[in-house]
């Protein structure tokens, strides 16, 4: 990209880099695009960007090249992205005043290359049961719903979570609460709802229902639901707020419907909700994350794959919403 919007997206040959002293030199194989990236390309999203930039976040590919002080991998390891780079553990870096969210494609370049170098320090190993496609779909949208129900929420067996929608978060949210022994309700469009049973939801909902609330709460006998992954945001919170259980969670992770939320405050107190804010999450969730997807088999849900010539193609793809990830294959 030379400048911001749709029309600046080009194709440039440039010769390999080269790894500095603590840097890997990485050979993509593939790139999973989310909607942020598209809304880096078209809008900027305010970010301080320095052309050329490179969009794109999530990438899987194999070491070809360290610098003379690299020692956390080997050439030949095949590896993913880090999202947000500087975040390994713990509380998220920044202050209230300047809260942190330096993610690649975004503050730092991106991935959409032939090949990337970037420090040591922002890659993990790849699952060892996934091909670099299916791999590269991790570092953000399956991290985000892996750090809402898991990291932070300590999703337990047998209770109750509520998906909004059948993007690359909520499919990922789906997969990894089934295989914590939670039950799955999703609530998407009508068109969507076989596959999504298909994929093991308990239940599946039409969204565009003016009372599917009250079909979740009937499906839970009243009881309401223990974990909301909240991908809409905007006035959708407020729904998220009647169905949640009493001392249940929603997990604020969407801005679909705008990124201004509200929702009336009486079922928020009376039922002792927990609202958190899930920007992606650290680098040893990640970690974990791909042990569990080695453990258990998981399987992302693609809904293309496009060569990288083809990345406005992927972009009006992403617009339309994809049920599971797009992919973009590079080498």
Known sequence: MGAIGRDQLTLRRVPIPQPGQHELL????????????????????????????????DLAGRVVG??????????????????????????RPGTARTPSYRTLGGHYPG????????????????????QSADASTL??????????????GRLQPGQTVLIEGTGGVGLFGLQIAMAHGATVIVSAGSDKLDRVRALGAHHAIDR????WGNIVL?????????????IVGGTHLGQAAEVVAVGGRISLIGALG????????????????????????????????????????????IDTRYSIDDLPEALDHLSRGPFGKIVIGVS
């Open 111 to 130: 991935v959409l290359a032939e090949y990337v170098v970037f420090p040591q320090d922002w890659f993990v190993y790849a699952p060892t049961t996934l």
């Open 66 to 91: 360290l610098g003379r002080e690299a020692s956390r991998f080997a050439v030949g390891d095949n590896v993913i992205s880090t999202i947000t780079p500087d975040w390994i553990e713990g509380a």
């Open 218 to 230: 009937d499906i839970t006998d009243g009881r309401g639901v223990d974990h909301v992954l909240e």
């Open 26 to 57: 990485v050979k993509v194989k593939a790139v999973a695009l989310n909607h942020r990236d598209k809304m880096v390309v078209e809008t900027g999203r305010g970010l301080p960007i320095a052309f050329p930039f490179t969009p794109g976040s």
């Open 208 to 211: 565009r229902l003016e009372k």
């Open 258 to 301: 705008g990124f201004e939320v509200s929702a009336p405050v009486a079922p928020l107190l009376f039922k002792d909700v927990v609202i958190q804010g899930i920007g992606t999450g650290h680098r040893r969730a990640l970690e974990d994350l791909v042990r569990m997807v080695d453990r258990t088999g998981l399987k992302p849900v």
């Open 139 to 152: 570092p953000c949208a399956a991290l985000t719903a892996w750090f809402a129900l898991i990291e932070r």
